[in-house]
């Protein structure tokens, strides 16, 4: 829905005004987010620089091919863009970084206008809860 806190924001805002002057009715935006966080920003970053050197590109490709073929969520500039973001978490906003960082993140993602936000984590999850 958004590649940066700006992009969800003026996303969500579009999704509340279509909702409601189109069809009547109030709405809940949520965002996904996929997050990395390790001890250090710099840390984060090369674990997602990682992904994008070491990922299947054949499988990024198809899935990138099926969402332009049955979403409209994106441009056809933003899917040319997308392949590293793609591979590496779907196209979903990112918090990348040390826990300072993605807790900043985290705040302005609730100021920014989405009312909620469904998380999942990029590699070694357990260890970044």
């Known amino acids: 829905m958004g590649e940066d806190v700006a992009e969800l924001a ?11 002057d189109e ?4 709405i809940v935006v949520l965002a996904d987010v996929v997050i990395a966080c390790f001890p250090t920003d710099a840390q984060a970053q090369a674990y997602t620089n990682l992904i994008a050197q070491h990922g299947d590109t054949q499988a990024t490709e198809n899935n990138m091919r099926i ?3 049955h979403s409209k969520v994106w441009t ?10 793609f591979m590496q978490s779907y196209g979903c906003a990112q918090a990348v970084g040390s826990p300072e960082t ?10 920014c206008g989405v009312d909620g936000a469904a998380f999942s984590f990029m590699g070694h999850w357990q260890e970044n809860l």
Not at 103 to 108: G, I
């Open 10 to 20: 003026a996303n969500a805002k579009t999704l509340r005004a279509v909702a409601r």
């Open 23 to 26: 069809f009547d009715r109030d």
């Open 67 to 69: 969402m332009r073929t």
């Open 76 to 85: 056809d500039e933003q899917y040319a863009r997308f392949g590293r973001r």
């Open 102 to 111: 993605v807790a900043n993140f985290l705040v302005e993602l609730c100021e």
